[in-house]
T-cell receptor, first 110, second 113 residues
């Protein structure tokens, strides 16, 4: 059974800092790895999707990497802003089944 | 506007009273799924559907039913709700396959008294 772990559970940084969120998964047989953002009381918004054959994806200040052999993915956020404050979740998907991590709650202080 | 629509947004009910949470998507997506989110337990998959009339269990299917009679709709049915089904529920859809970028609805907060 797939298990997904995210470290740290919470992170507080000053505005402008670069940061890395970590995601690890136990079963490397995945179709893709996705990173999501969730604001309080809201649904999830997909940030980046990395297919199993890919190594990384970039969107603006976000960069996500995938290393299937080690069962790890990272989300790099450059020049963080207060508007980046949210919970970030990763999910490993295989043939319809998605397993989510518990998320990292990020606070960016002005 | 491309979206996944869930209804209702909030629901309070009593133990044993059957209820249905609706989910509809307008993106012609093959794949749809239901999740529940609980503090300390994270987001867990209940059921998913790869296409019309094709459904399968996720990690926590007990106490839930689903049906996929049309491509755009994927209702979640609780035949006899219990207090341990009090949770925040999300519906999601995607094109399917390796490009399974998931689009989520806004959620349904269910309280079973």
């Amino acid at each position: 059974k797939q298990e997904v772990t995210q470290i740290p559970a919470a992170l507080s940084v000053p505005e402008g800092e670069n940061l890395v969120l970590n995601c690890s998964f136990t079963d490397s047989a995945i179709y893709n790895l996705q990173w999501f953002r969730q604001d309080p009381g809201k649904g999830l918004t997909s940030l980046l999707l990395i297919q199993s054959s890919q190594r990384e994806q970039t969107s603006g200040r976000l960069n996500a990497s995938l290393d299937k052999s080690s069962g790890r993915s990272t989300l790099y956020i450059a020049a963080s802003q207060p508007g980046d404050s949210a919970t970030y979740l990763c999910a490993a998907t295989n043939a319809g089944k998605s397993t989510f991590g518990d998320g990292t709650t990020l606070t960016v202080k002005p | 506007e491309a979206q996944v629509t869930q209804n209702p947004r909030y629901l309070i009910t009593v133990t044993g009273k059957k209820l249905t949470v609706t989910c509809s998507q307008n993106m012609n997506h093959e794949y749809m799924s239901w999740y529940r989110q609980d503090p300390g337990l994270g987001l867990r998959q209940i059921y998913y559907s790869m296409n019309v009339e094709v459904t399968d269990k996720g990690d926590v299917p007990e106490g839930y039913k689903v049906s996929r009679k049309e491509k755009r709709n994927f209702p979640l049915i609780l035949e006899s709700p219990s207090p341990n089904q009090t949770s925040l529920y999300f519906c999601a859809s995607s094109l399917g396959g390796v490009n399974e970028k998931l689009f989520f609805g806004s959620g349904t907060q269910l309280s079973v008294l």
